[in-house]
């Protein structure tokens, strides 16, 4: 991906997914020259097959800053492969990160609330980790070992990001719409941030630099529940078909119930200019599709 001409040069490792391709299109309309990797290239990406590429894949010249988007995000994935996962999501991501930090580039690697027990609301980045889940140690192994490299290193925590094409939001739109029930959980807290907020995060650190933990996060805790409610509104079906159930009693319980999902963003509001938002605002972007930046 070959933007117009100004901005730092950055490199977008994952850039076919979700949140890669959308970063993409942020900083090329910004006028950031964008170089994105896929696994398997083509349409104007760079091929990077992340396990066995990170110790021989060409860096290119001229970058300024790097994401590294590509991970196995699936927790489940995670927990039933945990040694195929760790490849991708620990050794090779950290020996791609210290390559790119070698060869003088600023790198970003975004993370998840989920090293933490969500035990307490709000933690600080300066709290220690302490993940219950495969992918939230595999993520805090990951983490210690980047921002080892020093200052060219910046880690991005996020609370669970929304999108509109998400398996579970079409799978619910689709059979609330045809009238059939739906039973999210009402015992599984997240701290949702919408996808245009995330981009707006990373696509800022690009022009302004920073080091360290960055938390970016709603204000406060829902649950599933409480989403499947407000985007049943949303959608003007009976509010009947919205049936809660406890994930705790259920046959497929989370590796991990946690009782919050919030982190505290205090730090990244002053570093960036960006507050944390309602969790309002992720839940209704989900009703009007992709959202452009």
Known sequence: MTPPVGGPRVLIVGGGGTLGSALCRDLAGRGHRVVATTRTGGSGSARLDLSPDADSWPVPEGIDVAYLLAAVTSTDECRRHPQASRLVNVTATVRLASRLARAGLRVVFPSTN??????????????????RTEYGRQKSEAEAAILALGPAACVVRFSKVLTPMAPLVTTWRRALLDGQTITPFSDLPLAPVSLARAVHVLAALADRPSNGILHVSATDDVSWADVARRLAAGWGVDPVLVQPTRAAAGGHRPEHLPRHATLDATATEAALGIPPADPREAIDALLTGPVAR
């Not at 709000?122 to 220690?128: F, H, N, Q, V, Y």
């Open 114 to 131: 989920m090293v933490y027990d969500g035990s307490v609301p709000r933690p600080g980045p300066d709290l220690a980790p302490c993940p």
